[in-house]
């Protein structure tokens, strides 16, 4: 089991940009892919972006591809996803998730509590 903790959650304009960073604790850090999931009231988790163990290759949701980036830092034990030109529409609970499989959210070993990203217009 490996415990994440996320940060860097905010209100922020439209337009503007934010970094989120999930610290992993419990496991060996680079032994499984991580990634970013979001949620809207009301709504399943919707995948974001994904970073994997072996290589560090990334991939990401259409919605933010070309805006947000999911990097590690190994010796830190943390994942980062850097979020810029927000737009609205990203308002949501952004987890953290380790240990995941492709871009299904039940196919994740661990979750973050969640931190909130809200985005004005």
């Known amino acids: 089991q490996v415990q994440l903790v996320e940060s860097g959650g905010g209100l922020v304009q439209a337009g503007g940009s934010l970094r989120l960073s999930c610290a992993a604790s419990g496991r060996t850090f680079s032994s499984f892919n991580m990634g970013w999931f979001r949620r809207t009231p009301g709504k399943e988790r919707e995948f974001v972006a994904g970073i994997m163990w072996s290589g560090g290759s990334t991939y990401y949701a259409d919605s933010v591809k070309g805006r947000f980036t999911i990097s590690r830092d190994i010796a830190k034990n943390t994942v980062y996803l850097q979020m810029n030109t927000l737009k609205p529409e990203d308002t949501a609970v952004y987890y953290c998730?380790?240990?995941?499989?492709?871009?299904?959210?039940?196919?994740?070993?661990?979750w973050g509590r969640g931190t909130q990203v809200t985005v004005s217009s």
């Open positions: 998730a380790a240990d995941l499989y492709g871009t299904d959210y039940r196919r994740v070993g661990s």
